[in-house]
């Protein structure tokens, strides 16, 4: 069984740093493809960084060269540094999974960047 558990969201001022972090257990966290995806209110959910397990990022658009995706394939822990945060980096943000023809979801964490 896969768990995905996020933590280190909260409240910053703009321009502010989080790192978030994501918790996995089972047994396929070293061979899957890891990303973060967010939610804002009213809006669709979208991926903001990927991971492959060689170490090969992608990031979308509006957050490059702010945020940061890596992982440690020893502790089965996944992260994302956020810098220079702004508010509409505001959203939930959920850990994911992505393992022969499958997706695993965390519960989220709550990010909310003040102007």
């Known amino acids: 069984q896969v768990q995905l558990v996020e933590s280190g969201g909260g409240l910053v001022q703009a321009g502010g740093s989080l790192r978030l972090s994501c918790a996995a257990s089972?047994?396929?966290?070293?061979?899957?493809?890891m990303g973060w995806y967010r939610q804002a209110l009213g809006k669709q959910r979208e991926l903001v960084a990927s991971i492959t397990r060689g170490g090969s990022t992608n990031y979308t658009d509006s957050v490059k060269g702010r945020f940061t995706i890596s992982r440690d394939n020893a502790k089965n822990t996944l992260y994302l540094q956020m810098n220079s945060l702004k508010p509409e980096d505001t959203a939930v943000y959920y850990c994911?999974?992505?393992?022969?023809?499958?997706?695993?979801w965390g519960q989220g964490t709550q990010v909310t960047v003040s102007s």
């Open positions: 994911n999974a992505a393992y022969s023809f499958a997706n695993y």
């Open positions: 089972g047994n396929i966290f070293s061979t899957a493809v």
